[in-house]
């Protein structure tokens, strides 16, 4: 601030006095969020750390354990293979949101009038909130009374109604059909503004120089959309790494505790077996692996970006 | 949110009627709430205290009533699932009852295994509301078409072997049906099948797992037989309460295993089925029955005025008046004294149910929601691995071990 000050023109002028209000006015100016995120971050974070060094029962006094919860839970079978589970359905999930909504958002980035209509229509299911989609989709896939059962009894495919979540493939297959049919829309909207961002007198220039579509979209497209590539991968690799509704209501974590998520072995320590310490503490790991991963894949960013 | 705005309501109203006329709030789980608010209604009709009752969702129950407990935001008293009353006992958070049941005239008529779960350290914390009594139900015509005689159900063998019979009678017919897919349900249907047989899954003081019992091992396998043989009903391993009444009602089911209250619920919405009950067998023989349902209970440290209020709504609803319309609402009265009075209108094949309760149990556990109501808790486990995947022995060693470590974190 005294480097303003020396300068300055004209020393007499009073600068400090014009400044004070200013700064004055942009800490009244941030104190509500900065109340929002204490409130309702940092405070719940802390309660939540605080929480983790404890052994906390629903009923009952909290006992101090210290780091008791977290040498249990580098021991618990259970967490780690939620993860392993959790991981394993990001990378599926992931792969195949990015399948459909790529040609999805090549489809519908035409001039034409149509393709306004059909943008509106594979968006549509991002708006409806997953513990609904996910009802949806269990009375869908009810084999007694349900939709796809009768249509695939009626069609002749099958011989007797499909049971999908009573093993683990098809379950898992049919929590990613319905994350898919419910996602893809929100993603092909995300690539749609990256491809759109592509100037057409470089797609012109690379034509006029003899690239084939091919080698236009792979060389010119796909490296010029970038950004936008990156942002739907981590937003996806987010939410997939956080799934709970879809297999809390579809699968219900069976068969066999074989589609337990990550978030969904937090609910079920923190709320059916009321350990809240310990399902704090979880939250805590889970958040240290959200945070790896996210720095890596913004790493990947910057190295490529790095060469530029 | 409901019970939330309810609670303010009813706060609210407290502080502004005159100190002259109590009012208590009573929580209790939706499925009883139709029950106790008629009761209540009746109460309040010839009293000047007022009772108010607030419903919950059933899974919702601990949670709520946990956090109200340590918020300081407790009603009054609570109607709970019997299940639960070692749990809130043992944490200290339950008002001692024991004068005051004691000194009821028909003490020893009360459904014994409602004061037992509500016992904790010699001390009685519970009256019972509504109990109900698991049985089979079975399809009368579905059993003689297939040539069955009734008195084969008397053993789990002879279950089984009438399944796979009346499982012949077509391509959409199965002999056996039960509620696979969730872990209250099979306490409420297949335990009894291990009581009978005189063994259990926990110690007396549900301090110790006893998983691995001879009972257990034959149940488990009989089960597996009639999965395997197709005899069971497919929506079994996944479907809920209401397809398995849905399929036993449109004729797809001979045997369902079920509970009390379906007497009167065929007789109401489902007219045209002839049905019997039955108790529940062991392997080999012998019967018992789960008895659910719900205690009244005081919350601790409530004013005496209020307390008094609660205790003499009880005295009212153990009264024969409305102990019938507890039976009409709910199948069986609390009282187990006064079966003429209580059925005197009612369907016959209540008594089956009404005989058993006498000799009900329920398991003493501090742990239930962890143990047996989680769905990917251990009991859950046991039944999918033994029964879908025919891995009897497997189950077993698996649900022993993560029973012990429950136990061992979870006993007071």
């Known amino acids: 601030m005294s480097e303003t000050a020396e ?77 392993r589970f959790t991981a394993l359905y990001t990378v599926l999930v992931t792969s195949a949101i990015f399948l459909v909504a790529f040609p999805l958002a090549l489809l519908v980035d035409r001039p034409l009038r149509i393709a306004g209509f059909f943008r509106t229509i594979y968006f549509m299911p991002v708006v409806i909130g997953f513990g609904a989609a996910a009802t949806l989709w269990t009375w869908l896939l009810n084999p007694d009374n349900g939709v796809f059962a009768e249509l695939l009894l009626r069609s002749g495919l099958v011989d007797a109604a499909p049971r999908p979540t009573e093993s683990f493939w098809p379950a898992l297959i049919v929590v990613i059909l319905m994350v898919v049919w419910k996602q893809a829309g929100f993603t092909m909207v995300i690539l749609l503004t990256g491809l759109q961002s592509v100037p057409d007198d470089v797609t012109e220039a690379a034509k006029i120089d003899g690239a084939g579509p091919l080698a236009r979209f792979v060389r010119v497209t796909l490296p010029l959309m970038r950004n936008s590539i990156i942002l739907a991968l981590v937003l996806n690799v987010t939410w997939s790494m956080l799934a709970f509704d879809q297999f809390f209501i579809i699968t219900q974590g069976g068969p066999r505790n074989s589609t337990v998520t990550a978030v969904f072995s937090i609910y079920l320590q923190s709320f059916s077996s009321y350990r809240l310490g310990y399902g704090s503490a979880m939250s805590l790991v889970l958040l240290v692996i959200l945070v790896a991963i996210s720095a890596m894949q913004m790493a990947i960013v910057n190295f490529r970006k790095a060469p530029e | ?116 779960l509500g016992t904790y350290e010699g001390k009685k914390y519970g009256v019972p509301l509504t109990p109900d009594a698991s049985v089979i139900v079975y399809n009368t015509d579905m059993l003689a078409e297939a040539g069955v005689d009734p008195a084969s159900l ?77 005899a069971t009903h ?100 609390s009282r187990t004294d006064i079966a003429d009075v209580a059925y005197a209108d009612f369907d016959e094949r209540n008594l089956i149910a009404y005989d058993v309760l006498k000799s009900g149990r329920t398991p003493y556990t501090y742990a239930n929601d962890e143990l047996f109501v989680s769905l990917t808790g251990p009991w859950l486990e046991m039944l999918e691995t033994g029964i879908f995947d025919g891995d009897v022995d497997g189950a077993i060693e698996t649900a022993s071990d993560r029973f012990e470590q429950i136990l061992k974190r979870t006993n007071p």
């Open chain 1, 7 to 83: 300068a300055g023109p004209s020393p007499e002028e009073p600068p400090v006095v014009t400044r004070e209000p200013h700064q004055w006015l942009g800490a009244a100016l941030i104190t509500p969020s900065l109340l929002f995120i204490g409130l309702l971050f940092l405070l719940p974070m802390g309660m939540t750390v605080w929480m983790s060094f404890h052994n906390w029962p629903l009923l009952g006094e909290p006992r101090f354990i210290g780091l008791e919860n977290f040498s249990e839970l580098m021991g618990d079978r259970r967490f780690w293979s939620s993860i």
């Open chain 2, 1 to 116: 949110m409901k019970a939330v705005s309810l609670i303010s309501l009813a706060a609210l109203s407290v502080a502004t009627t005159a100190a002259s006329a109590e009012e208590v709030s009573i929580w209790v789980r939706t499925s009883t709430a139709p029950i106790l608010e008629e009761l209540a209604s009746r109460y309040n009709e010839s009293h000047d205290d007022t009772i108010d009752v607030v419903p919950v969702v059933a899974e919702q129950m601990v949670p709520k009533l946990g956090a109200a407990l340590a918020g300081g935001a407790a009603p009054a008293a609570v109607a709970m699932d019997l299940i639960y009353m070692p749990t809130f006992a043992a944490a200290g958070m339950l008002e001692d009852m024991t004068g005051f049941i004691d000194s009821l005239p028909y003490a020893d008529a009360l459904s014994p295994s409602h004061i037992r």
């Open chain 2, 154 to 230: 008397e053993t789990l063998e002879g279950i089984k072997d009438a399944a796979i019979e009346i499982s012949a009678l077509g391509d959409d017919t199965y002999g056996f049906m039960y509620v696979g897919n969730s872990g209250s349900w099979m306490v409420y249907d297949f335990m009894p099948h291990i009581w009978a047989a005189g063994d259990d899954i926990l110690s007396e003081d549900g301090r110790t797992q006893t998983v691995d019992t001879p009972a257990m091992r034959e149940t488990l396998q009989l089960y597996a037989d009639m999965w395997a043989a197709g």
């Open chain 2, 234 to 333: 497919p929506t079994t391993r996944s479907g809920n309460g209401n397809a398995a009444v849905e399929a036993f009602a449109s004729g797809q089911v001979g045997i369902l295993m079920s509970g009390s209250y379906i007497v009167n619920l065929l007789t109401a919405n489902y007219p045209d089925v002839a049905f019997n009950i039955a108790p529940i067998p062991g392997p080999d023989g012998g019967r018992a029955t789960f008895a659910g349902g719900d205690d009244v209970t005081m919350v601790k440290g409530i004013s005496d005025e209020k307390k008094a209020l609660v205790e003499d709504f009880i005295t009212f609803y153990l009264q024969p008046e409305q102990q019938v319309l507890i039976t009409e609402m709910s199948g069986m009265p």
